[in-house]
C-alpha cells in the first residue's frame, strides 16, 4: 500500500472516529450521568441533519442553518426528558429501553411526513471545498479536516467543562450520587433536562456536520445508533474517556475494513467489539 | 414460577379455544379477508413462539438478549439450505438437522456471551446477531442479501403416508397453534422443574444461587440454548409458511420487535409475552388499515403502555385476576 494512500486512509478513519465520539459521548454521558439507555440517540443525530437541511432552503450559510439547529434540537431533547424521560427514572432499564423505542418509531415516522422519504444532500460549503494535494494524483478534502478540527476542539472543551467548571463538577457528583448531589441543593431535575438536552445537541451537531459528506435519508438515526453503541460499550458505559478511544479504534477498524476486504467492512466493526469484550468483558474503560 | 390464577387459566384457555375454532368460523364473520387473516394469525402465532423463547432469557434468567432474531433466521435458513431445489424435503429429517445446528450455535454464542452482564450482554448479543446478519447478508451462501426461495414445502410422511400437507393454509395454521400451545405448555413444564426454579432465582439474585452451591454460568447456557433454539423452530415454522428467507430476519431490528413484545406482554410471564405478539402485531395492522403513517400511533401506543402499565399487559392481567381470586378464596 501507498504511504500516502495510507495516511488518507489513518486521516479518513481519525475524521470518522472523531464524528462517533460526537455522537457517543452524548450517549455515554446520558447513560452514565442519569442511568438511561436512550435509543432515540439516533434520532436526534437524523434530527440535526435533516433540520440543517432545511433550514438551507431558507438561509444561505451552512454555519447559519447548524447555529439555528442546534437550539431547536436543544429544546426537542429538554422537551421529550421532561415529559416522557422524567417517569421512568425510578423504573427497570428495559423500560427505558421501550420509550425510547417507542420515540423511534415516532421520530422516523415524522420524519417521512415532514421531509418524505428521498435521500437528500448537502453542498460542501464553499469556503471549505477544496483539497490539500498530497502527490500528483492524490488530495485531501479540507472540509474533512474541518469536521475533524470541529470535534477535537468540542472533545476538550467537554473535558474542560466536566473537569474544570463548576457544572462539570455537579454532572460528575450526578453520576456517582444523584440522590447525595440533591441534597446538596442543587436542582437536579434541572441538571439532567440540561445533561440530556445537550446529549441532543451534540447528536444534532454530528449529524449536521456529517451532512455534507454523506447524504440525509430514512433511517440514517438507526445506523448510527448501532455502531454508537458498539463505541460505548467498547470504551466502557459511561466513560468519556473510553468513548474516545472506542470511537478512534471503530472509525479505523470500520475504515480500514472497508480498504482491505470490501466484503466483510460491515462484519469487522462488530468483530472487534466481539474481541474486545472477550478480553476485557466491561468495556476499555469501566 | 408460580401457577396462574385459575381464572386466568380459563381466560387463556378461552383464547386459545377460540384461535382454534377461527378457521371454521372465518368465512362467514370476514368473507373477503378471511384467508389474507388466517395467514397473519399464522404467522402471529409463530412470533408468539419467538417472544415466548426470548421472555425464557429477558423475563426468567435476567438475560437481555437483542441478537435472538439471528437463531430465528438461522432455522429459517437451514430449512432453505437443506431443501431440495424442485422437490419437497424430508421434515423427519430437515426439521431436526436445522434444530441442532441453531442448538450448536445459540450454545456457541451463548458461551462467549453469558461471561458479560447488563447492559454488556445486551450488547455483545446485538455484535453476534448483527454478525449474523451480515453473514448471510454479505455471502453467497444462500442468495446473499436478497434473500432465499423454499420452492416446495417439506412433506410430512409417516410410513410413506403423508399425514401433513403443509401447503395447506389451514393446516399450518394449526400447526402454528399447536407450536403456540406446545411450546407453552413446555416451558412451564421446564420452569416447573429443579432446573427451572434454578434459572428464575438466577434472574432474581444471581449471587445468591451461586452462594447456595449452584454454577450459574452452566445454567444460563443452558437457558440461552434453550430459548435459541425454539426461536430456532419459531424461524424454521416462518420460512415454511412464506416459503422466504432474507437475511432482515436476522437483524436487530427483528430482535428489537421480539423484544418490545417481551416487554409489552409483561416479562418473566411467559403467557404475557406472547399476548404481546399478538398486540403489537394486531396493532401495527390495524394502523396500517388506517394510516400509511402508521409508526406513529405505534410509538404512541408502545409509550403509553410503558407509562401506564409498569409491568406490562401480562402483570395487568395477573394483577386483576389474582386480586379476584383472593377475594373470592376470602368469601
Known amino acids: 500500500m501507498d504511504i500516502w494512500f495510507f495516511l488518507i486512509q489513518v486521516l479518513n ?86 420509550l425510547t423505542y417507542g420515540l423511534i418509531l415516532i421520530f422516523n415516522e415524522a420524519q417521512r411526513m415532514l421531509w418524505g422519504g428521498d435521500v437528500h444532500g448537502i453542498k460542501v460549503p ?41 457544572f462539570g463538577m455537579w454532572i460528575r457528583a450526578g453520576a456517582s450520587n444523584r440522590d447525595m448531589v440533591a441534597a446538596l441543593g442543587i436542582n437536579v431535575k434541572l441538571l439532567f433536562g440540561a445533561v440530556f438536552a445537550l446529549g441532543a445537541v451534540l447528536a444534532a451537531l454530528s ?44 472509525g479505523l477498524a470500520d475504515t480500514f475494513g472497508k480498504v482491505l476486504a470490501p466484503d466483510f467492512a460491515s462484519f469487522s466493526v462488530y468483530a472487534v467489539m466481539a474481541v474486545v469484550l472477550l478480553l476485557k468483558p466491561r468495556g476499555l474503560f469501566a | 414460577m408460580s ?16 384461535l382454534a375454532v377461527y378457521p371454521l368460523f372465518g368465512d362467514a364473520l370476514f368473507p373477503n379477508k378471511h384467508a389474507f387473516l388466517m395467514q397473519k394469525l399464522t404467522g402471529i402465532m409463530v412470533m408468539a413462539v419467538m417472544a415466548m423463547s426470548l421472555d425464557l432469557l429477558v423475563g426468567v434468567a435476567g438475560l437481555v438478549s437483542m441478537g435472538h432474531a439471528a437463531f430465528f433466521g438461522l432455522g429459517g435458513y437451514m430449512l432453505a439450505l437443506l431443501s431440495p431445489e424442485y422437490s419437497a424435503a424430508n421434515l423427519w429429517v430437515v426439521l431436526p438437522a436445522a434444530l441442532t445446528v441453531v442448538a450448536l450455535a445459540s450454545a456457541v454464542v451463548g458461551y462467549l456471551s453469558i461471561r458479560t452482564s447488563g447492559i454488556y450482554f445486551i450488547m455483545v448479543t446485538l455484535a453476534f446477531g448483527q454478525m449474523g446478519f451480515y ?6 451462501l444462500a442468495g446473499g442479501s436478497d434473500g432465499a426461495y423454499i420452492m416446495v414445502k417439506p412433506a410430512v410422511e409417516i410410513l410413506g403416508v403423508s399425514v401433513l400437507n403443509l401447503g395447506d393454509k389451514r393446516t399450518l395454521y394449526y400447526v402454528g397453534l399447536g407450536a403456540l400451545v406446545g411450546v407453552y405448555r413446555l416451558l412451564r413444564v421446564l420452569l416447573a422443574s429443579p432446573f427451572g426454579r434454578v434459572v428464575s432465582a438466577i434472574g432474581v ?56 413484545m417481551v416487554i409489552l406482554g409483561g416479562m418473566g410471564t411467559l403467557f404475557g409475552p406472547a399476548i404481546g405478539a399478538f398486540v403489537f402485531e394486531l396493532a401495527r395492522m390495524g394502523f396500517e388499515s388506517v394510516t400509511e403513517h402508521w409508526l406513529l400511533p405505534m410509538g404512541m401506543m408502545i409509550i403509553g403502555i410503558v407509562l401506564l402499565l409498569p409491568k406490562g399487559i401480562g402483570g395487568l392481567l395477573l394483577q386483576l385476576f389474582s386480586g379476584r381470586s383472593k377475594m373470592e378464596g376470602g368469601q
Open chain 2, 135 to 140: 453473514f448471510f447478508n454479505d455471502s453467497k
Open chain 1, 126 to 166: 464553499a469556503a471549505l471545498n477544496w483539497s490539500i494535494p498530497l502527490t500528483e494524483s492524490l488530495s485531501y478534502p479540507v472540509y474533512r479536516i474541518a469536521i475533524s478540527a470541529v470535534c477535537a476542539a468540542l472533545a476538550v472543551g467537554m473535558y474542560l467543562v466536566i473537569q474544570r467548571t463548576r
Open chain 2, 205 to 260: 439474585n444471581e449471587n445468591r444461587v451461586r452462594g447456595l452451591g449452584f454454577d450459574p454460568v452452566a445454567y444460563k447456557l443452558l437457558a440461552f440454548t434453550i430459548g435459541g433454539t425454539v426461536a430456532g423452530l419459531a424461524g424454521f415454522l416462518a420460512a415454511i409458511q412464506y416459503g422466504f428467507v432474507n437475511p432482515a430476519t436476522l437483524s436487530w431490528h427483528h430482535s428489537g420487535e421480539a423484544l418490545v
Open chain 2, 3 to 18: 401457577r396462574l390464577p385459575r381464572s386466568l387459566s380459563i381466560l387463556l384457555s378461552a383464547a386459545i379455544i377460540l
Open chain 1, 13 to 98: 478513519g481519525i475524521q470518522y472516529g472523531l464524528l462517533l465520539f460526537l455522537v457517543a459521548s452524548g450517549l455515554t454521558l446520558i447513560f452514565g450521568i442519569m442511568g438511561i439507555i436512550n435509543l432515540a440517540h439516533g434520532s436526534f443525530y437524523m434530527l440535526g441533519a435533516y433540520l440543517t437541511f432545511w433550514l438551507l432552503q431558507s438561509v444561505d450559510s451552512l454555519l447559519l442553518a447548524i447555529v439555528l439547529a442546534l437550539p431547536i434540537s436543544a429544546a426537542v431533547g429538554y422537551l421529550i426528558e421532561a415529559l416522557l424521560v422524567r417517569v421512568l427514572y425510578r423504573r427497570d432499564h428495559l423500560d427505558q429501553v421501550l
Open chain 1, 207 to 250: 449529524g449536521a456536520i456529517a451532512a455534507p459528506i454523506s447524504s440525509i435519508g430514512p433511517g440514517m438515526g438507526d445506523t448510527v445508533l448501532i455502531i454508537c453503541f458498539v463505541v460505548v460499550v467498547i470504551g466502557g458505559v459511561g466513560s468519556i474517556k473510553g468513548a474516545f478511544l472506542g470511537a478512534l479504534l471503530i
